[in-house]
């Protein structure tokens, strides 16, 4: 069973939907949470960060975190072409190298 | 901004020659890392450092190698490039007191004909 599973998409959708991008994980070692968003032909960049279960909000982004299933998302409200990018969800264990572990991504595009 | 560089940022060379990417930090960072970014597989690891001469190999380490000899620079090198080296290289730093959270360079994009 691979340690990460995310949804490659694409995924499509219209200017103000709400977007919902999963990830599940199996390594019971991970601790800490993350969501990276890339645009084209750049670097990734840290869009949301968490370390416990529940919901964390910031903005129109909300990271949601349920360790007992594993399983981890990341809503988007009132959705903007610039939202179009893609987002990897990523986790870590908090120790030693401090390595992460990324889910392969999901290509969002929001349409005008 | 993480104040991440990296040299080259696009470089297209012939299979069987030497290349060297860099990845150069101005924040004094301890931990460093080299990603490639393919298609169908997502950001893997290559190597990383935990100081200056201190340095591990990651998921993808075969065919490269990496050198640390001052805190600001990161050398990634391909000592005889194949065609399945070709990918996008990302360089990352972490920041001292955070935990797990990454910050990532613009990329070199590395052609192999």
């Known amino acids: 069973q691979k340690e990460v599973e995310q949804d490659p998409g694409p995924l499509s959708v219209p200017e103000g939907a709400i977007v919902s991008l999963n990830c599940t994980y199996s390594?019971?070692?991970?601790?800490?949470f993350m969501w990276y968003r890339q645009y084209s032909r750049k670097g990734p960049e840290l869009l949301m960060y968490t370390y416990s279960s529940g919901n964390k909000e910031d903005g129109r982004f909300t990271a949601q975190v349920d360790k007992s299933s594993k399983y981890i998302s990341l809503f988007i409200r009132d959705s903007q072409p610039s939202d179009s990018a893609t987002y990897l969800c990523a986790w870590g264990s908090g120790a030693g190298s401090y390595q992460l572990t990324f889910g392969k991504g999901t290509k969002l595009s929001v349409i005008p | 901004d993480a104040g991440i560089t990296q040299s080259p940022r696009h470089k297209v060379t012939e299979t069987g020659t030497p290349v060297t990417l860099r990845c150069h930090q101005t924040e004094n960072h301890r931990y460093m890392y080299w990603y490639r970014q393919d298609p169908g597989h997502g950001l893997r690891l290559i190597h990383y450092s935990y100081g200056v001469k201190d340095t591990d190999k990651g998921e993808v380490s075969d065919g490269y190698s990496v050198s640390r000899s001052k805190t600001e620079d990161f050398l990634l090198t391909l000592e005889s490039a194949t065609s399945s080296q070709t990918s996008v290289y990302f360089c990352a730093i972490r920041r001292a007191g955070s935990t797990d959270t990454q910050y990532f360079g613009p990329g070199t994009r590395l052609t192999v004909l």
């Open positions: 390594n019971s070692a991970f601790q800490y």
